[in-house]
Structure formats: structure tokens, C-alpha cells
């Protein structure tokens, strides 16, 4: 009898085609892009989401898992809020702009959200919240919308926005590092991938 020598046909592996790596952050006219396109289109839940992921600079897993009562106090969205991250468990805080404070509060009276509940409630059967497999396909439709590379971008872009821009600006790692609540400056340095950035800045300042 002669052996079926035939190979199982394995899955295709999810990242097949796909650019992996550190997704790169936006940029002010991106975020601009981004905002009109989701203000436009009237989608507030995507707007309050989108602003709230650029404030908090949380990572998606404590971003959904964010309820009412995390970011308002009497009714009203506060200014700064404090969240435990699930990762390392360490308390991280972070502010909440204006153009947040007011998308949020249209997302959470047009929902009809109370203090308990979700900011962003899932609309699957089962799922109390926007899962992040969600998110993904949420970041990536504003990305695509705006014009964007999808591969060259993710959820994790909108973490490492506003810490780039803010590093950018005034080149102040210790705050960059408590905003994103790392353990270390070295861990923040990684993050931002700023070592040759730079050093080639430096370099090219200097004309021998």
C-alpha cells in the first residue's frame, strides 16, 4: 500500500503581505486630516475615540476598557483622568484637551452612556466593549480615509503620536517617559526610536 504523503495545507499566516514592525506615529496633518474626515461624516463615536486615544497615549487593551465614570466627574469630562495600566500595573495619568472634552461629551449624551457604563460599548452580542480586533479595523478605516498607507500605520500609532510630537518639540525624555508610564528612560528611548534621529541631527549641524 503506498503511504498518502500528501502535506496538510497549513493556514495562511495573518501577517502574510503585511508590513510588521513599529508602526510609524501621525503627523499634525494627518491628525488634521483625520478629525475633519470623522467630524464630517458625523461620526462621534470614532471622533471622541480618536481624540481620546491621541490625549491618553494608552495602549489599546486599557483604551476600551475605559468606562464613564474613568474620565467624568458630576456629569462633566474632566481635565486630567488616572488609569492602572493592565500591562505593567503602574498608574499612568494623562490630560484631556479641549477638543477631546467636547467630543466625548456629544459621544456620551448622543449614546446615552451612564457613569457605569462603557465609553465605547460594542454593538456585537456578547461584547461589553469594543474589542480590539475592532479597533484595528476602526484605526485602519480612518487611516485608509484620510489617504493614508494602512500598512504603515495601527492602533498603536495613535499611542506614540503626541509622544513623538511632544518629544520632537521639547526634546524631554523624562516627560515623555512618565506620560507613557514605561519604567525607564532606556524603555522610552526604544519606544520613540530617537537615538539616530538624533544623532544625525546633531551631525548635520556640524559643517567641517
Known amino acids: 500500500m503506498f503511504q498518502n504523503t500528501k502535506r496538510p495545507v497549513l493556514p495562511t499566516p495573518w501577517n502574510k503581505g503585511r508590513l510588521i514592525g513599529q508602526k510609524s506615529p501621525l503627523s499634525m496633518q494627518d491628525i488634521w486630516a483625520i478629525r475633519t474626515k ?3 461624516d458625523g461620526r462621534d463615536r470614532d471622533l471622541a475615540l480618536f481624540n481620546l486615544a491621541l490625549d491618553s497615549k494608552l495602549r489599546a487593551c486599557d483604551l476600551l476598557k475605559l468606562r464613564v465614570s474613568d474620565v467624568t466627574s458630576s456629569n462633566t469630562v474632566n481635565h486630567r483622568a488616572t488609569v492602572l495600566q493592565q500591562k ?23 449614546a446615552e452612556l451612564g457613569s457605569k457604563d462603557y ?33 504603515a500605520y495601527g492602533t498603536h500609532s495613535l499611542r506614540r503620536t503626541k509622544a513623538t510630537l511632544l518629544y520632537r518639540k521639547t526634546k524631554n525624555l523624562r516627560a515623555v517617559q512618565l506620560l507613557l508610564g514605561h519604567s525607564s528612560l532606556d524603555s522610552t528611548v526604544r519606544y520613540l526610536g530617537i537615538e539616530i534621529d538624533d544623532a544625525l541631527e546633531m551631525s548635520e549641524q556640524i559643517d567641517v
Open 38 to 40: 470623522l467630524r464630517d
Open 88 to 110: 505593567t500595573g503602574r498608574p499612568v495619568r494623562f490630560e484631556i484637551t479641549r477638543k477631546t472634552r467636547r467630543s466625548l461629551t456629544d459621544w456620551i449624551k448622543r
Open 119 to 151: 465609553l465605547f460599548p460594542s454593538r456585537i452580542r456578547g461584547s461589553l466593549h469594543l474589542s480590539t480586533r475592532q479597533y484595528s479595523r476602526i484605526v485602519t478605516s480612518w487611516v485608509i480615509g484620510a489617504g493614508l498607507d494602512a500598512d
